[in-house]
């Protein structure tokens, strides 16, 4: 797992940088595709000129504000995303900043944490091209929404039997609210990341499950609450020239208030539904 934390706001923002620096040299990828992250091996300029190599040429998909408006920015197809202007992301205000759970492009499976990210990375060969701008959460989403990350490298937040026990479903499991089946965990392959700032976020800037080859370049990655880049089981990933830090001094609420805004949402769908049921021994009858 490599994880980087950096607290201390004062101290010297030069005295930081050379040390997130001097970190980030060290935060280095194995040599194929079985190793995990090491962070003790050291930069391989070869590895990362192999990397630039391998930017993925495809189709170029322009994102501003209003892509982002319905929710989650996902991406499924290869290709280069580039911001065209500063993302302050907080989708669905109409609807209290949740998904619907008949929405087909967020299932329950997925999105039962709400909006979990700004971006998920869901296919290989993706080049996300932050263009000097900043992708954060919105100050109201930010506080309401207390898990999200800026990116996440996967079409879920957790690998399977990981996470909030109950909600958090398996491959194969039938879909919640919407037909289908629940789909594999799937870390992204083959990621590029460059030249812009991952602002204001409740959880990461950066985090991913079973990533590979990822190349993180010149971004700074700044006022979040858990992480900046939180990549657990990665292979050949490559921080350069980032910087980390300072995380998000505000904090605006404890955990307890995230269950409460949990528990609120399930209430209130079940108060919506007719999940309601009176029961005998030998059947039920919904509840008006
Ligand atoms: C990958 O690296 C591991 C550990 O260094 C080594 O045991 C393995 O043989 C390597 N696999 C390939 C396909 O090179
Ligand atoms: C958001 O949803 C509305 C209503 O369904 C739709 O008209 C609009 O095109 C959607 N916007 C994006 C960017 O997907
Ligand atoms: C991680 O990815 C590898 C290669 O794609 C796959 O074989 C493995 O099952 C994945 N692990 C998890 C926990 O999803």
């Not at 870390?187 to 499950?209: F, Q």
């Not at 505000?250 to 307890?256: E, F, G």
């Not at 949402?265 to 039920?284: D, E, P, V």
Request: hydrophobic share 35%.
């Amino acid at each position: 797992m490599v994880q980087m934390r950096h607290v201390r706001r004062d101290g010297g923002r030069r005295a930081l940088r050379v040390a997130v620096m001097s970190f980030l040299v060290q935060v280095i990828v194995g040599s194929n595709d079985t190793d995990t992250c090491d962070e003790n091996s050291a930069l391989s300029t070869k590895r990362i000129s192999d990397s630039r190599r391998r930017r993925p040429q495809h189709q170029i998909t322009r994102l501003s504000q209003r892509d982002f408006q319905n929710g989650t920015y996902r991406i499924k197809e290869s290709g280069r995303y580039i911001l065209m202007e500063d993302i302050h992301f907080g989708p669905r205000p109409d609807n209290d900043y949740w998904p619907e759970p008949q929405d087909p492009n967020y299932p329950a499976s997925q999105f039962y944490l709400g909006f979990f990210a700004g971006i998920t990375v869901e296919a290989d060969n993706v080049e996300i091209d932050l263009n000097g701008h900043t992708l954060a959460q919105h100050k109201e989403f930010y506080l309401l929404q207390r898990f999200w990350n800026a990116i996440e490298l996967a079409n879920r937040v957790f690998v399977d039997n990981e996470g909030v026990s109950s909600l958090n479903f398996q491959e194969g499991d039938k879909e919640q609210f919407q037909s289908g089946r629940v789909p594999a965990m799937r870390g992204a392959r083959k990621v590029h990341i460059h030249d812009g700032t991952l602002g204001l976020s409740s959880h990461s800037g950066i985090h991913g499950n079973n990533a590979s080859q990822v190349y993180i370049e010149n971004v700074i990655v700044r006022d979040w609450e858990v992480s900046g880049i939180h990549l657990n089981g990665c292979r050949r990933c490559t921080v350069k020239g980032c910087e980390v830090g300072p995380t998000s001094s505000q904090v605006p609420a404890r955990a307890t208030f995230s269950n409460a805004r949990f528990l609120e949402l399930y209430t209130s769908r079940l108060k919506s539904t007719t999940l309601l049921q009176h029961c005998t021994a030998h059947h039920c009858t919904a509840v008006p």
